[in-house]
């Protein structure tokens, strides 16, 4: 029988720096919850919204597979490869940090709050080669279907990390469902509710809404309004 | 406030000297970094250390071998290099609540 939990939105942890409001699904920065420390190898999935002319100084990361996936506005990666970039609504960015690496984010459009959200998984190798890489994703072929965006494999749809990790977008009209089949034994999946709500297993998950879902093959999602959301596919064990 | 004496491992400079400088800013927080196992063993014959932090750049023998010689101690594996775990995987392997 599957497993389930359920994290509504007013469960995260608020970090509210003026410039920056971060809201932590899981313990983060000064937000440290212990019932919340991950799902699976889920280790972080932050919503930001980020001011205008702001932004996150030079700061570094190791073995952990970093990525961004903005909603609105752009964000300027700059990096210690040399990496000098801009990802917009509609690009999915990834870092596997590994030995190790230093970057920083900013907004430069100073009237437009940039919002993304931020997603940390453990990776199943250490120590690998720094990597960044960001990839243009065609918004429509999520209508109604969903969008494979990230794989463990270099050669499939979307980018690619260190894990046995799928994510997937999708955004469904009022009525429609969506199933998911889960592509790896002894994973379990975690959606995020973009914008709209949906129900899984019974449970309605609504925006910004997080409920897991483990030891079942399967599942469905039925969109109760109009919806996007985020299926991040993560082994349980790791 | 009782002190935590941290060992933080890793080979990469400029992330120890930050991960270094994050810890030492909690005032009853005493951090340490090595980046060699036998900077290890021998600071681990010097002081006790309460949790040992594993960055980037140690092999999985080492990793094994630190792992064994701290298995009276949390030895985290995970912590992403950074602020935004440090804190939080710290807490929990001491299963203290932040001050």
Same mark, same amino acid.
């Given at each position: 029988m599957a497993q389930t939990i359920y994290h509504p939105a007013t469960s995260r942890g608020l970090v509210d720096l003026g410039w920056l409001k971060s809201y932590h699904t899981f313990s983060f920065g000064n937000y440290y919850n212990p019932a919340m420390m991950h799902f699976g190898a889920l280790r972080v999935l932050n919503d930001d919204s980020?001011? !205008?002319?702001?932004? =996150?100084?030079?700061?570094?990361?190791?073995?952990?597979?970093?990525?961004?996936?903005?909603?609105?506005?752009?964000?300027?990666?700059?990096?210690?490869?040399?990496?000098?970039?801009?990802?917009?609504?509609? $690009?999915?960015?990834?870092?596997?940090?590994?030995? !190790?690496?230093?970057?920083?984010?900013?907004?430069?459009?100073? &009237? &437009?709050?940039?919002k993304f959200l931020q997603i940390w998984v453990y990776p199943n190798k250490r120590n690998v080669e720094p990597r960044y890489d960001q990839l243009t994703l065609n918004k429509a072929a999520?209508?109604?279907?969903?969008?494979?965006?990230?794989?463990?494999?270099? $050669? $499939?749809?979307?980018?690619?990390?260190?894990?046995?990790?799928? =994510?997937?977008?999708?955004?469904?009209d009022k009525g429609l469902s969506a199933n998911y089949k889960l592509k790896a034994e002894g994973n379990g999946a975690y959606i995020f509710v973009i914008s709209g709500s949906v129900k899984i297993n019974g449970q309605v998950v609504s925006t910004r809404?997080? =409920?897991?879902?483990?030891?079942?093959? &399967? =599942?469905?999602?039925?969109?109760?309004? $109009?919806?996007?959301?985020?299926?991040?596919e993560v082994p349980m064990t790791f | 406030m009782k002190a935590i004496n941290i060992l933080a491992v890793g080979t990469h400079p400029q992330i120890m000297a930050t991960i270094?400088?994050?810890?030492?800013? @909690?005032?009853?927080?005493?951090?340490?970094?090595?980046s060699t196992l036998t900077e290890v063993?021998?600071?681990?014959?010097?002081? @006790?250390?309460?949790?040992?932090?594993?960055?980037?750049?140690?092999?999985?023998?080492?990793?094994?071998?630190?792992? @064994?010689?701290y298995q009276d101690i949390p030895v985290v594996l995970h912590y992403g290099g950074g602020s935004g775990l440090l804190y939080a995987e710290i807490y929990q392997a001491l299963n203290i609540m932040p001050e």
């Open positions: 980020l001011d !205008g002319g702001k932004g =996150f100084g030079d700061h570094p990361h190791d073995n952990m597979e970093i990525i961004s996936i903005p909603l609105s506005g752009d964000l300027k990666h700059q990096d210690s490869m040399d990496n000098i970039a801009v990802i917009s609504d509609g $690009d999915i960015q990834v870092m596997s940090a590994g030995t !190790g690496i230093f970057h920083q984010e900013h907004n430069d459009h100073e &009237e &437009e709050v940039a999520r209508h109604n279907k969903l969008q494979q965006i990230l794989s463990p494999n270099a $050669d $499939d749809e979307g980018v690619w990390i260190y894990q046995n990790a799928w =994510f997937n977008l999708g955004n469904y809404d997080g =409920f897991g879902i483990w030891e079942t093959d &399967e =599942f469905t999602i039925e969109a109760l309004t $109009d919806t996007e959301f985020l299926i991040m | 270094l400088r994050l810890l030492n800013n @909690k005032p009853s927080w005493h951090a340490t970094g090595a063993l021998t600071l681990g014959k010097e002081q @006790k250390f309460d949790v040992v932090l594993i960055g980037a750049g140690i092999n999985e023998n080492d990793m094994l071998e630190i792992k @064994k010689t």
